[in-house]
């Protein structure tokens, strides 16, 4: 275990400050490499790496590294703003339609976390609260979140989630290009832009990050620094009030915040810790994207969706990459967005609510 007196980046300082900024650049150069060869989620997983690799595995700062808590989540409350932006009027006319795949997404929640939940304890061995959180068929950063508040290895859970989203976003376009013979689904070639972004539309974004992060605060929201901005921004932009488009770069500088600030709180695993994660995780993903395939094709038989469009729907990949996908395959990122909302949202209330029983054992 490491020492109480490990020393700790706190921005508090030119020194640090001068640190932060050198993490940052280095994470940015490693995830403009990952946006050249099409990797998905480029700044976040060069982030992650990079703030890994400097920090969690140097010999100077040993384990633990903090990160400036409130900069990663004002970015997180960006990325739920951006999201948010992608909801537009038409998407009343199809809340209608929508009602089976909805209560669907609720059954495959539920279902989806208790097997996981199984696989963690059997196959990793996992305590009940490090397995409960990194089963979570969603919610990446809420799930490292509420297992630290919970009392679980974060260290566990931040491994499980990375590998299961990085595994849906790579597998789920090599599906569809061998279906289809269509390469889709990479983070470089489409973007949630519906326009020529302008400086009000940055400005408004900000905004409503800004609004959004108090919002949920004062609602006592689940993942209050996602879902406020992200409700908020959707509302706004649902009803016509507020049409807002949000430039890629943006999204790549929240991505890149995101991933430093998580790589920076990783201790480093060992080769056991490692590979028990991995193979426990790809056990989860395949079970995941299984009842996914399960859930789409008996949908099929009960509505007029198409089989891709339906699998599209399920798979615990992230919001960003699966409407990515979407607008490849000329589906509406709107709707799978919603859907993939509904699928975190639930997980997280579910994971938030169950970190207070967590907290009293």
């Known amino acids: 275990m490491p020492s109480t007196s490990v020393p700790k980046f706190n921005v508090r300082s030119a020194e640090d400050v001068s640190k932060l900024i050198g993490l940052l650049a280095l994470g940015a150069i490693t995830g403009t490499v990952f946006w050249a060869i099409n990797l998905p989620l480029p700044y976040m997983l060069g982030g992650l790496l990079s703030a890994v690799t400097v920090f969690a595995l140097s010999g100077q700062f040993e384990f633990r590294i903090t990160f400036p808590k409130h900069l990663r989540m004002v970015f997180v409350g960006l990325i739920g703003a951006m999201i948010g932006s992608t909801f537009t009027p038409e998407l009343r006319q199809l809340i209608p339609t929508m009602l089976v795949t909805v209560l669907s997404i609720v059954l495959y929640v539920v279902l989806a976390h208790a097997l996981s939940y199984m696989v963690c304890r059997k196959l990793g061995r996992y305590d009940k609260v490090t397995a409960f959180y990194s089963s979570m068929p969603g919610g990446l950063i809420e799930a490292v979140e509420l297992a630290e508040r919970g009392g679980g290895d974060t260290r566990v859970v931040t491994l499980c989630h990375f590998i299961r989203v990085f595994i849906v976003v790579i597998t789920v376009p090599l599906f569809y290009w061998v279906v289809s013979g269509d390469l889709v689904g990479s983070a470089a070639g489409e973007t949630f832009e519906r326009g020529q972004a302008t400086a009000v539309d940055v400005i408004a974004l900000v905004l409503i990050t800004a609004a959004g992060l108090g919002l949920g605060r004062f609602l006592h929201i689940p993942a209050a620094h996602l879902l406020g901005p992200l409700i908020l921004s959707a509302v706004l932009n649902g009803t016509g009030l507020l049409t807002t488009t949000s430039p890629t770069w943006l999204l790549f500088i929240a991505q890149l915040i995101v991933g430093t600030g998580l790589g920076a709180q990783f201790r480093s695993p060992s080769t056991a810790v490692l590979l028990t994660a991995f193979k426990t995780t790809v056990a989860i993903t395949i079970l995941m994207l299984l009842m996914s395939t399960l859930s789409a094709y008996l949908l099929?038989?009960?509505?007029?969706?198409?089989?891709?469009?339906?699998?599209?729907?399920?798979?615990?990949?992230?919001?960003?990459?699966?409407?990515?996908?979407?607008l490849s395959l000329n589906l509406s990122p709107v709707v799978v967005a919603a859907h993939h909302v509904l699928r975190i949202f639930l997980t997280v209330s579910i994971a938030a609510a169950s970190t207070r029983y967590f907290k009293s054992t």
């Open 300 to 326: 099929t038989k009960i509505t007029n969706q198409s089989m891709d469009g339906l699998f599209l729907l399920f798979a615990p990949g992230g919001v960003t990459e699966m409407s990515l996908i979407a």
